[in-house]
């Protein structure tokens, strides 16, 4: 009997998708989550804090395999320490972890935090794997739409995003999670680059909607980070099969 597979985050827009691939693939899975959940077939759910620690080393105890998807608008850094402190404590074989493409390019806090969590993991002495990631098409849909509730449209002048299917994500993740820890991995991108405009053009086709579109800067040095494609990763990347076309046509169809 194999030991069950740790998943943090597990019942997020990345963890839905994943858990049920690590079943198909053979594999108990057992969920850390803060809210209780009921167990289904090959899953067992445990209760615990990342932020607190609080029933994290019980979560981890007897699991040889921990995929970390947890994450937040702050505290990913120290939310990482607790696990790893756990992790260390209990024997864990590899260490695996998604992170943000451009965590080490951007300076915005939220990437700091991701940044911090990358090198708590490196420096752990754990074998681990991380992959920094896209933006999902999921986030891109959630800005879009609220954009699109205003009736002048702000387009930040000179953001360009490369987002990618959570689907591409979720196989990614799940195979090198079974595989042995190698590290930091190229990273996981969409197939195409696009202007913050020509999404949100795609998103009003698709819901037959019209807006005027109003250009603004975004300052500071994030502002330049991202004018400069620090989020980007044109060369070298891996990339995803689904376009933004490919999931707003799937996403928004009738009757959905």
Known sequence: MTSPILVTGGTGTLGRLVVPLL???????????????????????????????????????????????????????????????????????????ISVIGADRVPLGWLRSKLDAERAIA??????????????????????????????????GGLRLQPVDARDVAARLVELTLDKPAGLVPDLAGPRVYGIAELARGYLRARGKRRLMMPVRMPGKAGRAYRAGANLTLDGATVGARTWEDFLAERLRPGR
């Open 23 to 97: 079943r198909d693939a053979g594999h108990d899975v057992r969920v850390l989550s803060r809210g209780r959940h009921q167990p289904t077939s090959g899953v067992a759910h445990v209760t615990g804090d990342l932020l607190t620690g609080d029933g994290v080393e019980s979560a981890v105890a007897g699991a040889e395999v921990v995929l970390h998807l947890a994450g937040g608008p702050k505290g990913d850094d120290e939310a990482t320490r607790n696990l790893v402190r756990a992790a260390s404590r209990t024997g864990v074989r590899h260490l695996a972890y």
């Open 123 to 156: 420096d752990s002495g754990l074998p681990w794997t991380t992959l920094r990631a896209a933006q999902f098409h999921d986030l891109v849909l959630t800005m879009a739409q609220q954009m699109a509730k205003l009736p002048v449209m702000p387009v930040p």
